[in-house]
Protein backbone atom coordinates (compact mmCIF):
# COMPACT_ATOMS: atom_id res chain seq x y z
CA UNK A 1 0.00 0.00 0.00
CA UNK A 2 3.04 2.44 1.16
CA UNK A 3 4.53 1.61 -2.04
CA UNK A 4 1.43 2.28 -4.23
CA UNK A 5 0.94 5.76 -2.48
CA UNK A 6 4.75 6.32 -3.51
CA UNK A 7 4.36 5.49 -7.01
CA UNK A 8 0.94 8.16 -7.35
CA UNK A 9 2.82 10.80 -5.22
CA UNK A 10 6.19 10.73 -7.99
CA UNK A 11 3.51 10.02 -10.55
CA UNK A 12 1.53 13.62 -8.98
CA UNK A 13 4.64 15.61 -9.10
CA UNK A 14 5.72 14.61 -12.66
CA UNK A 15 2.72 15.68 -13.74
CA UNK A 16 2.80 19.06 -11.90
CA UNK A 17 6.31 19.38 -13.14
CA UNK A 18 5.49 18.66 -16.65
CA UNK A 19 2.48 21.07 -16.41
CA UNK A 20 4.92 23.72 -15.43
CA UNK A 21 7.50 23.02 -17.86
CA UNK A 22 4.41 23.70 -20.37
CA UNK A 23 3.18 26.61 -18.76
CA UNK A 24 6.85 28.30 -19.45
CA UNK A 25 6.80 26.79 -23.11
CA UNK A 26 3.24 28.00 -23.67
CA UNK A 27 4.35 31.81 -22.47
CA UNK A 28 7.52 32.07 -25.12
CA UNK A 29 6.34 29.76 -27.63
CA UNK A 30 5.01 33.03 -29.80
CA UNK A 31 8.85 34.37 -29.81
CA UNK A 32 10.18 30.61 -30.70
CA UNK A 33 7.94 30.71 -33.43
CA UNK A 34 8.96 34.55 -34.41
CA UNK A 35 12.79 33.69 -34.60
CA UNK A 36 12.23 30.04 -36.80
CA UNK A 37 9.83 31.63 -39.12
CA UNK A 38 12.13 34.45 -39.78
CA UNK A 39 14.82 32.57 -40.26
CA UNK A 40 13.47 30.04 -42.39
CA UNK A 41 10.47 31.92 -44.40
CA UNK A 42 8.05 28.47 -43.58
CA UNK A 43 5.34 28.24 -41.15
CA UNK A 44 5.16 25.32 -41.53
CA UNK A 45 9.19 24.37 -40.74
CA UNK A 46 9.02 26.80 -38.13
CA UNK A 47 6.08 24.88 -36.40
CA UNK A 48 8.33 21.46 -36.75
CA UNK A 49 11.37 23.49 -35.45
CA UNK A 50 9.33 24.64 -32.21
CA UNK A 51 8.27 21.61 -31.68
CA UNK A 52 11.33 20.08 -31.46
CA UNK A 53 12.08 22.64 -28.76
CA UNK A 54 9.47 21.21 -26.64
CA UNK A 55 10.62 17.94 -26.66
CA UNK A 56 14.09 19.08 -26.29
CA UNK A 57 12.59 21.30 -22.82
CA UNK A 58 10.44 18.11 -22.13
CA UNK A 59 13.73 16.14 -21.73
CA UNK A 60 16.10 18.63 -20.20
CA UNK A 61 17.09 18.70 -16.95
CA UNK A 62 15.11 21.92 -15.92
CA UNK A 63 16.14 22.13 -12.58
CA UNK A 64 19.65 24.13 -13.96
CA UNK A 65 18.31 26.29 -16.29
CA UNK A 66 18.04 30.20 -14.67
CA UNK A 67 16.43 32.06 -17.48
CA UNK A 68 14.33 29.46 -19.03
CA UNK A 69 12.72 31.99 -21.70
CA UNK A 70 16.22 32.96 -22.71
CA UNK A 71 17.50 29.51 -22.77
CA UNK A 72 14.47 28.22 -25.54
CA UNK A 73 14.97 31.03 -27.27
CA UNK A 74 18.92 29.84 -27.22
CA UNK A 75 18.06 26.25 -28.55
CA UNK A 76 15.44 27.79 -31.48
CA UNK A 77 17.86 30.30 -32.62
CA UNK A 78 20.64 27.72 -32.82
CA UNK A 79 18.52 24.86 -34.15
CA UNK A 80 16.89 27.56 -36.88
CA UNK A 81 20.63 28.37 -38.28
CA UNK A 82 21.16 24.35 -38.60
CA UNK A 83 17.51 23.90 -39.86
CA UNK A 84 18.40 27.13 -42.25
CA UNK A 85 22.02 25.52 -43.49
CA UNK A 86 19.29 22.01 -44.65
CA UNK A 87 17.05 23.83 -46.04
CA UNK A 88 19.13 25.56 -48.60
CA UNK A 89 20.39 22.42 -49.90
CA UNK A 90 17.09 21.06 -50.41
CA UNK A 91 15.97 24.17 -51.91
CA UNK A 92 18.44 22.93 -54.96
CA UNK A 93 15.70 20.36 -55.66
CA UNK A 94 12.81 22.73 -55.40
CA UNK A 95 10.95 23.08 -58.71
CA UNK A 96 11.53 26.40 -59.81
CA UNK A 97 12.19 30.11 -58.00
CA UNK A 98 11.46 29.78 -53.74
CA UNK A 99 9.65 32.86 -52.30
CA UNK A 100 8.90 33.13 -48.63
CA UNK A 101 5.56 32.02 -47.02
CA UNK A 102 3.62 34.83 -45.88
CA UNK A 103 2.49 34.88 -42.58
CA UNK A 104 -0.08 37.45 -41.32
CA UNK A 105 2.00 38.45 -37.86
CA UNK A 106 -1.37 40.61 -36.92
CA UNK A 107 -3.41 37.68 -35.99
CA UNK A 108 -0.77 37.14 -33.13
CA UNK A 109 -0.81 39.67 -30.93
CA UNK A 110 3.24 38.97 -29.47
CA UNK A 111 4.13 38.57 -33.22
CA UNK A 112 2.38 41.50 -34.05
CA UNK A 113 4.24 43.94 -31.44
CA UNK A 114 7.65 43.42 -33.13
CA UNK A 115 9.25 45.94 -34.27
CA UNK A 116 8.78 47.87 -37.50
CA UNK A 117 10.60 46.84 -40.82
CA UNK A 118 11.70 43.39 -39.10
CA UNK A 119 7.68 42.02 -39.84
CA UNK A 120 7.50 43.38 -43.38
CA UNK A 121 7.39 40.20 -46.13
CA UNK A 122 10.04 42.46 -48.15
CA UNK A 123 12.66 41.63 -45.21
CA UNK A 124 12.20 38.11 -45.52
CA UNK A 125 13.10 38.30 -49.04
CA UNK A 126 15.60 40.20 -48.84
CA UNK A 127 17.10 38.20 -45.74
CA UNK A 128 17.31 35.26 -48.46
CA UNK A 129 20.73 36.53 -49.07
CA UNK A 130 22.50 36.74 -45.31
CA UNK A 131 24.21 34.04 -43.87
CA UNK A 132 22.95 31.96 -41.47
CA UNK A 133 24.59 33.70 -38.60
CA UNK A 134 24.04 37.50 -40.07
CA UNK A 135 20.06 36.24 -40.37
CA UNK A 136 20.19 35.41 -36.64
CA UNK A 137 22.18 37.87 -35.40
CA UNK A 138 19.45 40.65 -37.54
CA UNK A 139 16.38 38.77 -36.81
CA UNK A 140 17.44 38.65 -32.21
CA UNK A 141 17.94 42.63 -32.82
CA UNK A 142 15.87 44.15 -35.25
CA UNK A 143 12.39 41.77 -34.50
CA UNK A 144 13.34 41.35 -30.72
CA UNK A 145 15.49 43.99 -29.45
CA UNK A 146 18.05 41.68 -28.24
CA UNK A 147 21.26 42.94 -26.74
CA UNK A 148 24.22 42.49 -28.41
CA UNK A 149 26.13 40.13 -25.48
CA UNK A 150 23.04 38.14 -25.63
CA UNK A 151 22.89 37.58 -29.22
CA UNK A 152 26.60 36.97 -28.67
CA UNK A 153 26.01 34.22 -25.85
CA UNK A 154 22.99 32.61 -27.89
CA UNK A 155 25.31 32.06 -31.12
CA UNK A 156 28.28 31.71 -29.57
CA UNK A 157 30.19 34.37 -30.69
CA UNK A 158 31.99 37.37 -28.89
CA UNK A 159 29.68 40.12 -29.04
CA UNK A 160 32.15 42.34 -31.46
CA UNK A 161 31.62 39.50 -33.57
CA UNK A 162 27.67 39.64 -33.25
CA UNK A 163 27.93 43.85 -34.17
CA UNK A 164 29.79 42.77 -37.25
CA UNK A 165 27.11 40.39 -38.45
CA UNK A 166 24.64 42.57 -37.54
CA UNK A 167 26.03 45.67 -39.26
CA UNK A 168 26.77 43.65 -42.56
CA UNK A 169 23.15 42.00 -42.77
CA UNK A 170 21.98 45.84 -42.09
CA UNK A 171 24.23 46.78 -45.26
CA UNK A 172 22.88 43.67 -47.51
CA UNK A 173 19.40 44.28 -46.34
CA UNK A 174 19.18 48.05 -47.31
CA UNK A 175 21.19 47.75 -50.62
CA UNK A 176 17.88 45.50 -51.21
CA UNK A 177 15.44 48.18 -50.58
CA UNK A 178 16.03 50.95 -52.52
CA UNK A 179 12.77 53.47 -52.66
CA UNK A 180 9.88 51.94 -52.66
CA UNK A 181 5.95 53.35 -52.81
CA UNK A 182 3.91 52.97 -49.40
CA UNK A 183 1.28 50.85 -48.59
CA UNK A 184 -1.30 53.23 -50.14
CA UNK A 185 0.62 53.53 -53.26
CA UNK A 186 1.83 49.93 -53.62
CA UNK A 187 -1.92 48.70 -53.22
CA UNK A 188 -3.02 50.90 -56.25
CA UNK A 189 -0.21 49.48 -58.38
CA UNK A 190 -1.44 46.37 -57.51
CA UNK A 191 -5.08 47.34 -58.13
CA UNK A 192 -4.00 49.36 -61.62
CA UNK A 193 -1.93 46.00 -62.81
CA UNK A 194 -4.22 43.18 -62.16
CA UNK A 195 -6.57 45.69 -64.26
CA UNK A 196 -4.89 45.19 -67.00
CA UNK A 197 -2.99 42.01 -66.58
CA UNK A 198 -7.04 40.82 -66.26
CA UNK A 199 -8.16 42.75 -69.66
CA UNK A 200 -4.66 41.89 -71.56
CA UNK A 201 -4.41 45.66 -71.92
CA UNK A 202 -0.76 45.21 -73.03
CA UNK A 203 -0.15 49.09 -73.61
CA UNK A 204 -1.42 49.96 -69.69
CA UNK A 205 0.71 46.71 -68.93
CA UNK A 206 4.36 48.04 -70.28
CA UNK A 207 2.96 51.63 -69.39
CA UNK A 208 3.13 50.33 -65.67
CA UNK A 209 6.51 47.74 -65.46
CA UNK A 210 9.77 48.99 -65.30
CA UNK A 211 12.36 48.17 -67.86
CA UNK A 212 13.72 45.39 -66.20
CA UNK A 213 10.66 43.86 -64.17
CA UNK A 214 10.98 40.71 -62.84
CA UNK A 215 8.16 37.96 -62.57
CA UNK A 216 8.96 35.56 -60.13
CA UNK A 217 6.52 32.57 -59.65
CA UNK A 218 6.68 29.90 -56.92
CA UNK A 219 4.83 26.64 -57.83
CA UNK A 220 7.15 23.70 -56.82
CA UNK A 221 6.09 22.51 -60.23
CA UNK A 222 2.89 23.14 -59.92
CA UNK A 223 1.23 22.79 -64.01
CA UNK A 224 1.19 26.01 -65.74
CA UNK A 225 3.16 28.04 -63.46
CA UNK A 226 6.39 29.53 -64.83
CA UNK A 227 9.58 27.45 -63.87
CA UNK A 228 11.99 30.32 -64.36
CA UNK A 229 11.80 34.31 -63.58
CA UNK A 230 10.68 36.12 -66.65
CA UNK A 231 12.65 39.64 -67.30
CA UNK A 232 12.29 42.56 -69.08
CA UNK A 233 8.77 44.32 -69.38
CA UNK A 234 8.30 43.27 -73.10
CA UNK A 235 8.59 39.51 -72.11
CA UNK A 236 6.44 40.22 -69.06
CA UNK A 237 3.96 41.57 -70.54
CA UNK A 238 3.63 38.89 -73.13
CA UNK A 239 3.79 36.41 -70.60
CA UNK A 240 0.63 37.63 -68.85
CA UNK A 241 -1.67 38.69 -72.18
CA UNK A 242 -0.65 34.56 -72.48
CA UNK A 243 -2.43 34.01 -69.13
CA UNK A 244 -6.65 34.76 -70.66
CA UNK A 245 -7.39 31.19 -69.24
CA UNK A 246 -6.67 32.19 -65.67
CA UNK A 247 -8.88 34.34 -65.40
CA UNK A 248 -12.00 31.98 -66.17
CA UNK A 249 -13.87 31.82 -63.13
CA UNK A 250 -11.26 33.82 -61.50
CA UNK A 251 -12.60 36.04 -58.28
CA UNK A 252 -10.07 38.48 -56.84
CA UNK A 253 -9.98 39.53 -53.47
CA UNK A 254 -7.76 42.09 -51.26
CA UNK A 255 -5.68 41.29 -48.17
CA UNK A 256 -2.98 43.26 -46.02
CA UNK A 257 -0.28 40.72 -44.81
CA UNK A 258 3.26 41.03 -44.41
CA UNK A 259 3.42 45.39 -44.90
CA UNK A 260 1.62 44.80 -48.22
CA UNK A 261 -1.49 44.47 -50.22
CA UNK A 262 -1.59 41.14 -51.97
CA UNK A 263 -4.74 40.01 -54.49
CA UNK A 264 -5.93 36.95 -53.47
CA UNK A 265 -7.20 34.92 -56.51
CA UNK A 266 -10.15 32.16 -55.73
CA UNK A 267 -11.33 30.00 -58.08
CA UNK A 268 -14.90 28.30 -56.91
CA UNK A 269 -14.22 29.21 -53.91
CA UNK A 270 -10.61 27.78 -52.99
CA UNK A 271 -7.89 30.24 -52.79
CA UNK A 272 -5.53 29.41 -56.07
CA UNK A 273 -2.45 31.97 -55.54
CA UNK A 274 -1.70 35.48 -54.28
CA UNK A 275 -0.07 38.11 -55.97
CA UNK A 276 1.71 40.96 -55.10
CA UNK A 277 4.32 43.69 -56.57
CA UNK A 278 6.96 46.08 -55.54
CA UNK A 279 8.27 49.37 -57.20
CA UNK A 280 10.81 51.99 -57.90
CA UNK A 281 10.07 55.26 -59.59
CA UNK A 282 10.30 53.52 -62.74
CA UNK A 283 7.72 51.61 -62.37
CA UNK A 284 6.25 48.23 -60.78
CA UNK A 285 10.15 46.40 -60.97
CA UNK A 286 8.78 42.92 -58.79
CA UNK A 287 5.97 40.53 -59.46
CA UNK A 288 5.06 37.58 -56.89
CA UNK A 289 3.28 35.01 -57.79
CA UNK A 290 2.41 32.50 -54.26
CA UNK A 291 0.90 29.09 -56.39
CA UNK A 292 2.48 26.50 -53.70
CA UNK A 293 -0.63 25.31 -51.92
CA UNK A 294 1.64 24.63 -49.08
CA UNK A 295 2.14 28.36 -48.19
CA UNK A 296 -1.08 30.11 -48.89
CA UNK A 297 -2.66 29.24 -45.21
CA UNK A 298 -2.87 32.57 -44.12
CA UNK A 299 -5.29 33.35 -47.04
CA UNK A 300 -7.30 30.29 -46.81
CA UNK A 301 -7.66 31.79 -42.98
Known sequence: ????????TAESERRGDLDAAAAVFTDVRPRLFGIAYRM???????????????????????DTVAEPGAFLATIATRLSINALKSARVRRETYIGPWLPEPVDTAADPYLGAERGEALEYATLLLMERLSPN???AYVLREAF??????IAEIIGTSTAAVRQLVSRARRHIADGR?????????????EAFMAAARSGDMVQLERLLAADVVNTSDGNGAV????KPLVGAERVAKFLKALEWLWDDMEVDWTELGGRTWAVLRQHGAVYAVITVDATDAGIDQILWQVNQDKLSAFRD
Open 1 to 8: MRLDCRVA
Open 178 to 190: RSRPNRAGQRALL
Open 224 to 227: KVAR
Open 134 to 136: ERA
Open 40 to 62: LGSAGEAEDLVQEVWLRWQAYDR
Open 145 to 150: DYAYDQ
